[in-house]
């Protein structure tokens, strides 16, 4: 009996171990998912002026974060640019608290996929999108909802498996 609380304790701690163990760290639940995309105007990088994701309404658009400190943004630049290439997607570059010089230095260097990049210095606006670190794909319908969150870097089994058949979903819907 004076063994059963501390039994039952470790127990209890693993089969909760087990579990953790046993999820993909990259599915971490978005509640905004399903919901209207946050509203943004944020300064574009490579031109004068602003870009608002009330521009991006109408279309099926992905949301990129990146940043030229960003390891898995280089693994994933290849994959990300095939991608938005060859299905014509309006693409924008939400460069997360970079520095200008940086972030268009990174551009020059790898080649840009992005059909305009905005920044985010200070990381606001990744704040109201629920960016927990870079990089992060979202995909936006004609409506503004967000349909698609991916943590981390893109990979070609992803973008055939998963992000291809969501993008010709929602190109077939009014």
């Given at each position: 009996?004076?063994?059963?609380?501390?039994?039952?304790?470790f127990v209890v701690l693993v089969v909760l171990l087990?579990?953790?163990?046993?999820?993909?760290?990259?599915?971490?639940?978005?509640?905004?998912l399903h919901k209207p995309a946050p509203a943004f105007i944020a300064p574009l990088l490579l031109e004068q002026g602003k870009v608002s994701s009330e521009q991006?309404?109408?279309?099926?658009?992905?949301?990129?974060v990146w940043a030229s400190w960003c390891a898995g943004c280089l693994d994933e630049h290849a994959v990300l640019t095939q991608?938005?290439?060859?299905q014509q997607l309006p693409t924008l570059g939400?460069?997360?608290?970079?520095?200008?010089?940086?972030?268009?230095?990174?551009?020059?260097?790898?080649g840009n996929p992005y059909s305009v990049v905005a920044l985010d210095p200070k990381g606001d606006i990744g704040l109201e999108w629920g960016v927990y670190g870079v990089p992060e794909t979202f995909i936006i319908d004609?409506?503004?909802?967000?349909?698609?969150?991916?943590?981390?870097?893109?990979?070609?089994?992803v973008v055939r498996e998963q992000l291809n058949p969501l993008i010709q979903q929602l190109r077939g819907q009014p």
């Open positions: 009996m004076k063994y059963l609380v501390p039994l039952s304790a087990a579990f953790g163990l046993g999820n993909n760290p990259r599915l971490v639940p978005s509640p905004l991006m309404l109408g279309k099926v658009w992905v949301l990129n991608w938005v290439t060859e939400l460069n997360y608290k970079d520095t200008h010089a940086k972030a268009e230095a990174w551009l020059k260097q790898w004609q409506k503004g909802i967000i349909r698609y969150k991916h943590i981390g870097s893109l990979t070609e089994a």
